[in-house]
């Protein structure tokens, strides 16, 4: 059974128009992670969270936000997307060790 | 220069060959190694998990790493259609915070 789990597993939305994606997890990990990730590149650490303790990249765009209201869900809010932001967003939790556990991820596309 | 230098590919193989995929580095503060394997449009999942130098078999799978060098590698014996993926190195010096990923490799494995 998946312990991470994104939705929506695709997204298709508009230039400028808000979008929202959701992480669960079964694990209860206390520090979660949202990645993007690109075509033929490495995922790259947009945010974490260590328990309700926010980390922001320091490249991290405004346009991108986060919520994690529990420890089992953590969002990641892009205000207004633009082309450059079409990408896949991978959520990834961990105990506190170098191990991550990523879910299926949420591929956004924007028209 | 980036921190961490992956060859991507892509490298087709027929199936039952032996494959080397390879990643350096930069930073000699990096303990810990780790192979994730992404299949399409999924994400990633891991595959090995080394620390410091050394060798580590798994089955078909033999991570090392050459810490003078500052060269990891990973060998997939007797190959397999279903391990036709991507794999991405990913390294740190102690935390997951902390984790640098290689842009991966795309492999596929010809039956």
């Known amino acids: 059974d998946a312990m991470v789990i994104q939705n929506p597993r695709y997204q298709v939305t508009q230039f400028g128009k808000p979008v929202t994606l959701s992480c669960s997890q079964t694990l209860n990990h206390n520090v979660m992670y949202w990645y993007q990730q690109k075509s033929s590149q490495a995922p790259k650490l947009l945010f974490h969270?260590?328990?309700?303790?926010?980390?922001n990249e320091a490249d991290t765009p405004d346009n991108f936000q986060s919520r994690r209201p529990n420890t089992s869900f953590c969002f990641l809010d892009i205000r207004s997307p633009g082309l450059g932001d079409a990408a896949m967003y991978l959520c990834?939790?961990?105990?506190?060790?170098?191990?991550?556990?990523f879910g299926a991820g949420s591929r956004l596309t924007v028209l | 220069q980036k921190e961490v230098e992956q060859d991507p590919g892509p490298l087709s193989v027929p199936e039952g060959a032996i494959v080397s995929l390879n990643c350096t580095y930069s930073?000699?503060?990096?303990?810990?190694f780790m192979w994730y394997r992404q299949y399409s449009r999924k994400g990633p999942e891991l595959l090995m998990y080394?620390?410091?130098?050394g060798n580590k078999e798994d089955g078909r799978f033999t991570a090392q790493v050459d810490k003078s060098s500052k060269y990891i590698s990973l060998f997939i014996r007797d190959s397999q259609p279903s391990d036709s993926a991507t794999y991405l190195c990913a390294m740190s010096g102690g935390s997951a915070r902390q984790l640098t990923f290689g842009s991966g490799t795309q492999l596929t494995v010809l039956p």
């Open positions: 930073n000699s503060a990096f303990q810990y």
């Open positions: 080394t620390y410091s130098s």
């Open positions: 969270y260590y328990d309700k303790d926010f980390n």
């Open positions: 990834a939790t961990t105990a506190g060790a170098n191990v991550l556990t």
